[in-house]
């Protein structure tokens, strides 16, 4: 059974703070892993991982995907009140463009 | 531009009634999907479809249903509404196999 694993479930940190949220995978015909971020309604885009060891960047936040041990990591620097959210990560897989989504880690920034 | 729209936003069932929640995409995007979200559960695959006339089971297909008669609308179906079925619902498409997903604001169901 695919599995996609996100932890921690839930994070409170200060503004200023820098996290790392982790996300594994057992997944067959894995294509692509995917960030989301979602704040009040629908998820927004953040990053797709295809390759091992490539780090993607944006602002504040980065991304880096490990095919062989099989997790990613979402690191966000200086974390501000406005990065409170619940942060996705999904795994698109080759048949049929099926993607899975783990539970998502809460997040909190406190001023 | 209007991306992926949702009708309802919300609603209220009563056990065994049915309702079709709606979904359109103005993108001409191929690829179509369904989820649902319960609190601290993430995001579960219901349906989906890689183009007009195909569709899938994803993850938790039991009691709903799908069709896909036209590029722009995937519409969701519940024959027989029961409590496990309140949930948020979401619908997504994207243009080509290896790319995000864009989302509707979702339809926040209700079953009583």
């Known amino acids: 059974e695919d599995k996609v694993v996100q932890s921690p479930l839930s994070l409170v940190v200060h503004e200023g703070d820098t996290v790392t949220l982790n996300c594994s995978y057992e997944?067959?015909?894995?294509?692509?892993l995917l960030w989301y971020k979602q704040e009040k309604k629908a998820p927004t885009f953040l990053f797709m991982l295809t390759s091992s060891g490539i780090e993607k960047k944006s602002g504040r936040l980065s991304s880096i995907l490990d095919k062989k041990e099989l997790f990613s990591i979402l690191n966000i620097t200086a974390t501000q009140t406005g990065d409170s959210a619940i942060y996705l990560c999904?795994?698109?897989?080759?048949?049929?463009?099926?993607?899975?989504f783990g539970a998502g880690t809460r997040l909190t920034v406190k001023p | 531009n209007a991306g992926v729209t949702q009708t309802p936003k919300f609603r209220i069932l009563k056990i065994g009634q049915s309702m079709t929640l709606q979904c359109t995409q103005d993108?001409?995007?191929?690829?179509m999907y369904w989820y649902r979200q319960d609190p601290g559960m993430g995001l579960k695959l219901i349906y989906y479809?890689?183009?007009?006339?195909?569709?899938d089971k994803g993850e938790v297909p039991n009691g709903y249903n799908v069709s896909r008669s036209t590029t722009e609308d995937f519409p969701l179906r519940l024959e027989l509404a029961a409590p496990s079925q309140t949930s948020v619902y979401f619908c997504?498409?994207?243009?080509?196999?290896?790319?995000?997903?864009?989302f509707g604001n979702g339809t926040r169901l209700t079953v009583t």
């Open positions: 479809s890689v183009g007009a006339g195909i569709t």
């Open positions: 999904a795994v698109l897989k080759w048949n049929n463009n099926d993607m899975r």
């Open positions: 997944v067959t015909n894995f294509r692509s």
């Open positions: 993108m001409n995007h191929n690829y």
């Open positions: 997504a498409s994207t243009p080509q196999g290896n790319s995000p997903l864009h």
